[in-house]
């Protein structure tokens, strides 16, 4: 790969993992609000979503990068879905955590969820790998779609 598409990629992946990381910023600490829920049976200990998240973004972006990159006339519309969902993604945590409206974040997380689908069809007609790097986001969002749920349900 030529040095000028290594920084591209770089700049996928770091702008995605920062996009996560901001999300955290202004989500909080709520660390205290979460460990009062009412969580639902498999809740995961906390320390795992930080360390999901950073593999989850890294992989996000590499799948970003590879569309971008494509000589598709649908990348474009591809990217957009893309930002969307992200920005979406971005939302889930400072709604969740910062204004505690878990019945909205609800709304959020499968919106998301919905989102990641038509992400993951367009990214698949262009690069199919890109659509496959997504698989463990779209897990994590069913899980932490089930885990939102039970949350709403329980608290």
Partial sequence: MKKGKITELLIFIVGTELVGALSGILAG???SFYEEL???PLSPPGWLFPVMWAILYALMGIS???IYTSDSKERCKALIIYGIQL???FMWSIVFFRFKMIGL???VILTLLALI????IKFY???S???YLNIPYLMWIIFASYLNIGILLLN
């Fill in 125 to 127: 007609r262009i690069r």
């Fill in 38 to 40: 009412i969580k639902p």
């Fill in 29 to 31: 600490n709520s660390f």
């Fill in 105 to 107: 974040s609800v709304a």
């Fill in 129 to 131: 790998v890109s659509a």
């Fill in 117 to 120: 689908l038509v992400m993951m």
């Fill in 87 to 89: 920005f979406l993604n």
């Fill in 64 to 66: 970003a990068f590879m």
